[in-house]
């Protein structure tokens, strides 16, 4: 079935580096989203795309809508011992329904 | 304001057992879903409902059953539990079955079988 493929899977960054992850799929997509998990908790919507190209930023996070569609990037500047955490892409494949996939995560440890 | 509610925190299963996940939102919302977590695999749907009353499939729904039983509650059963049924689970919702409106997740059940 229709699959995301998220890039690192983890990463171990020492605190006030930035952080780059990525996300692709062998289809288009038309919305990507990107959620984060805290450890215990469910997923918290972070960042929502809807265009191509399109670069959205929250606080210190910035994530941008692929050109081809395909894939779409996440990165966190001055990471902090806070952003300890799983990030997950989703997006709706087009023969789905609408209904989200998600990536298989990339689980990100600070060291302070 | 309670968000999405799901019951119980943790639970232990033997082989065969059964047992009902409870999930339910206040936030006046259409669509439901249940989603399993394993390490390395991401979430994966297990069922859905659209709206009250509908109840649909998703990628992995094998050995599950669910229940819309109102608008503000969706349950997921297990009738006879596996050792491959070992995950955490996760019940969302959302205002409509489209990408438009985020889901909103509760904080999961951690289950394991025996």
């Known amino acids: 079935g229709q699959q995301l493929n998220q890039s690192p899977q983890s990463m171990f960054i020492q605190e006030g580096e930035d952080v780059s992850m990525n996300c692709t799929s062998s289809s288009i997509f038309n919305t990507w989203l990107w959620y984060k998990q805290d450890p215990g908790e469910g997923p918290v919507l972070l960042i929502a795309?809807?265009?191509?190209?399109e670069l959205t930023s929250n606080g210190r996070l910035t994530a941008q809508f692929g050109i081809t569609r395909k894939d779409s990037f996440l990165n966190i500047s001055a990471s902090i011992p806070s952003d300890v955490g799983i990030y997950f892409c989703?997006?709706?494949?087009?023969?789905?329904?609408?209904?989200?996939?998600f990536g298989q995560g990339t689980e990100l440890s600070v060291k302070p | 304001n309670a968000g999405v509610t799901q019951t119980p925190k943790f639970q232990v299963l033997k082989t065969g057992q059964s047992m009902t996940l409870q999930c339910a939102q206040d936030m006046n919302h259409n669509s439901m879903y249940w989603y399993r977590q394993d390490p390395g695999m991401g979430l994966r749907l297990i069922y859905y409902?659209?709206?009250?009353?509908?109840?649909d499939k998703g990628e992995v729904p094998n050995g599950y059953n669910v229940s819309r039983l109102n608008k503000r509650e969706f349950s997921l059963r297990l009738e006879s539990a596996a050792p491959s049924q070992t995950s955490v689970y996760f019940c969302?919702?959302?205002?409509?079955?489209?990408?438009?409106?985020?889901?909103?997740f509760g904080n999961g059940t951690r289950l394991t079988v025996t």
């Open positions: 969302a919702s959302n205002s409509g079955a489209g990408y438009n409106s985020p889901l909103h």
């Open positions: 989703a997006g709706p494949p087009s023969n789905q329904g609408g209904k989200l996939i």
């Open positions: 795309l809807y265009k191509a190209g």
């Open positions: 409902s659209a709206s009250e009353g509908t109840t």
